[in-house]
Antibody
Framework: QVQLQQSGAELAKPGTSVKLSCKASGYTFTSYYIYWVKQRPGQGLEWIGYIHPGNGGTYYSEKFKGKATFTADTSSSTAYMLLGSLTPEDSAYYFC???????????WGQGVMVTVSS | DIQMTQSPASLSASLGETVTIECRASEDIYSNLAWYQQKPGNSPQLLIYDANSLADGVPSRFSGSGSGTQYSLKINSLQSEDVASYFCQQYNNYHTFGAGTKLELK
């Protein structure tokens, strides 16, 4: 069955970076996009962008350009998101999700909490 | 960018009641709309796609309708396990989520 397994919680200092991982299983990793979504505690969902592991193509929503960088390792079926220049506003849950083509998300990772604090 | 206005922000209902949540898009999204359920501490789960198609394994008491800019999610015969937050998402032009509706039991 399709699974997206995310890395554990992160505690980081302002100005530093964190690299989150999302390991896919149960399907052909290179055939589907992986999206990343942000959710601040008790709030709504924000789409960050996506990577297509098959060709390495990426797209970032305007708000997250320069903040997030996506990569993928096809040998381990793992997608990564690097979040840089962290501020307290980056403290949130981050989910990876797999859409049907580029539409709705039928599979989600369990989410990872990133806390930015000095 | 397409804006999604979801209402109400919170909702309190009794077991067995029918509840309706609405989303309005800032432009026509041609039924490219999904609904998700999110329980505390969990990731969102797909309920409805293409405005009115039930995702696999989702109980039939959930239904979606709408077209153009106006969409709704209806839950018939509310069950205790339906207590959750609900989000709409448009995927006609990239992606935008509604702000969410928190559903509680009265």
């Amino acid at each position: 069955q399709v699974q997206l397994q995310q890395s554990g919680a992160e505690l980081a200092k302002p100005g530093t970076s964190v690299k989150l991982s999302c390991k896919a299983s149960g399907y052909t990793f290179t055939s589907y996009y992986i999206y990343w979504v942000k959710q601040r505690p008790g709030q709504g969902l924000e789409w960050i962008g996506y990577i297509h592991p098959g060709n390495g193509g990426t797209y970032y929503s305007e708000k997250f350009k320069g903040k997030a960088t996506f990569t993928a390792d096809t040998s381990s079926s793992t997608a990564y998101m690097l979040l840089g220049s962290l501020t307290p506003e980056d403290s949130a849950y981050y989910f990876c999700a797999r859409p049907l083509i580029t539409t709705f998300f039928d599979y989600w990772g369990q989410g990872v909490m990133v806390t930015v604090s000095s | 960018d397409i804006q999604m206005t979801q209402s109400p922000a919170s909702l309190s209902a009794s077991l067995g009641e029918t509840v309706t949540i609405e989303c309005r898009a800032s432009e026509d999204i041609y039924s490219n709309l999904a609904w998700y359920q999110q329980k505390p501490g969990n990731s969102p789960q797909l309920l409805i796609y293409d405005a009115n198609s039930l995702a696999d394994g989702v109980p039939s008491r959930f239904s979606g309708s709408g077209s153009g800019t106006q969409y709704s999610l209806k839950i018939n015969s509310l069950q205790s396990e339906d207590v959750a937050s609900y989000f709409c998402q448009q995927y006609n032009n990239y992606h935008t989520f509604g702000a969410g509706t928190k559903l509680e039991l009265k």
